[in-house]
């Protein structure tokens, strides 16, 4: 919705923006000098835990992804908060508290920000980092021949809303939960030194979604391979008992029409992520030096020249 509202923007163009809005990225790029640049993103949403305090954090981790996607250091950070009144204090410390302590495991500095009252809570933080203009990482270079490694496992929309309908066992919300406070920082390390031709996170568009940015930025094709794809413990089952987020369907209506091919886990494929992983797309000898660094991540598909579709599904 805001890719149309934003392309109908005048545009200014200045040689320095190294990375705008126009290719769906994930984060704002701006050379300072020839050696540096800002990285600059933010993101809030509504609660979808129940604890305040996981809550805070969970939604640094995720706005402190987009600067992991993009190859830059999280340096200092604002927070955005609407919140109902002067009810429930204690929660919204919890949820501060949480969100601080995240954003101080990133080595990322708390400055400021700024709170409205709205009935409903909303609680995120706009980040802004560093990056070396040559070490920018972008969606645009995907290659033919490069590999698919995905460092998170798919779900947590599907989890969150089996929580919502009571259907969630304790123990797959806490897997979980887990996965969604994991900074993206020991990926965006481990791909540091390799030669990478294209990264994003997976968040509220889903793989398929954010596959398709890739493709279109690097007009290829993208082959995602569902059995490889890995999935959070009770994912499956809870996607069968229909547990699918509203987000999910916009995901699918949104994306559909670009992809070739289906499997019996395409609800997963289109469920929305909060804080998920990052989509690497490499060249198979850096994928397998990745693979050592990183165990938990899956080689998910390959990258092939553009044909009809952008992304191939089998
Ligand atoms: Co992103
Ligand atoms: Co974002």
């Given at each position: 919705?805001?890719?149309?509202?934003?392309?109908?923007?005048?545009?200014?163009?200045?040689?320095?923006?190294?990375?705008g809005?126009?290719?769906?990225?994930?984060?704002?790029?701006?050379?300072?000098?020839?050696?540096?640049?800002?990285?600059?993103?933010?993101?809030?949403?509504?609660?979808?835990?129940?604890?305040?305090?996981?809550?805070?954090?969970?939604?640094?981790?995720?706005?402190?992804?987009?600067?992991?996607?993009?190859?830059?250091k999280?340096?200092?950070?604002?927070?955005?908060?609407?919140?109902?009144?002067?009810?429930?204090?204690?929660?919204?410390?919890?949820?501060?508290?949480?969100?601080?302590?995240?954003?101080?495991?990133?080595?990322?500095?708390?400055?400021?920000?700024?709170?409205?009252?709205?009935?409903?809570?909303?609680?995120?933080?706009?980040?802004?980092?560093?990056?070396?203009?040559?070490?920018?990482?972008?969606n645009?270079h995907?290659?033919?021949?490069?590999?698919?490694?995905?460092?998170?496992?798919?779900?947590?929309g599907?989890?969150?809303?089996?929580?919502?309908?009571?259907?969630?066992?304790?123990?797959?919300?806490?897997?979980?939960?887990?996965?969604?406070?994991?900074?993206?920082?020991?990926?965006?390390?481990?791909?540091?030194?390799?030669?990478?031709?294209?990264?994003?996170?997976?968040?509220?568009?889903?793989?398929?979604?954010?596959?398709?940015?890739?493709?279109?930025?690097?007009?290829?094709?993208?082959?995602?391979?569902?059995?490889?794809?890995?999935?959070?413990?009770?994912?499956?089952?809870?996607?069968?008992?229909?547990?699918?987020?509203?987000?999910?369907?916009?995901?699918?209506?949104?994306?559909?029409?670009c992809?070739?091919?289906?499997?019996?886990?395409?609800?997963?494929?289109y469920?929305?992520?909060?804080?998920?992983?990052?989509?690497?797309?490499?060249?198979?000898?850096e994928?397998?030096a990745?693979?050592?660094?990183?165990?938990?991540?899956?080689?998910?598909?390959?990258?092939?020249?553009?044909?009809?579709?952008?992304?191939?599904?089998?």
């Amino acid at each position: 919705m805001l890719d149309q509202v934003l392309a109908s923007l005048p545009r200014v163009a200045d040689p320095d923006l190294l990375v705008g809005f126009e290719t769906a990225d994930d984060a704002g790029v701006y050379r300072l000098r020839p050696d540096l640049a800002i990285v600059q993103t933010v993101d809030f949403f509504t609660p979808i835990v129940d604890d305040g305090w996981t809550f805070g954090a969970i939604a640094a981790a995720n706005a402190l992804s987009d600067v992991y996607a993009m190859g830059g250091k999280p340096v200092t950070a604002l927070s955005i908060l609407a919140w109902p009144g002067a009810n429930d204090l204690e929660d919204l410390q919890e949820i501060l508290r949480g969100g601080a302590e995240k954003i101080h495991e990133a080595g990322c500095l708390l400055v400021g920000g700024h709170s409205v009252t709205d009935p409903e809570i909303k609680f995120g933080y706009a980040v802004t980092g560093t990056v070396h203009p040559a070490r920018i990482r972008t969606n645009a270079h995907a290659h033919a021949g490069d590999v698919l490694v995905l460092t998170k496992p798919i779900g947590t929309g599907v989890i969150a809303t089996a929580l919502k309908q009571g259907i969630a066992r304790e123990e797959h919300v806490r897997i979980s939960t887990d996965s969604m406070l994991a900074l993206n920082r020991g990926a965006a390390e481990a791909i540091e030194d390799l030669d990478v031709h294209a990264v994003t996170d997976v968040t509220g568009f889903g793989l398929l979604g954010h596959a398709r940015e890739v493709a279109m930025a690097s007009n290829v094709t993208l082959e995602i391979h569902a059995s490889r794809v890995p999935f959070l413990p009770g994912a499956v089952e809870y996607a069968r008992a229909g547990a699918l987020a509203g987000g999910l369907k916009n995901n699918r209506e949104f994306a559909a029409s670009c992809v070739e091919g289906s499997s019996e886990v395409d609800d997963l494929l289109y469920d929305p992520q909060t804080s998920g992983g990052l989509l690497v797309s490499l060249p198979a000898k850096e994928a397998a030096a990745l693979a050592r660094r990183l165990p938990a991540a899956a080689e998910i598909g390959s990258v092939r020249t553009r044909c009809d579709k952008p992304i191939v599904v089998r």
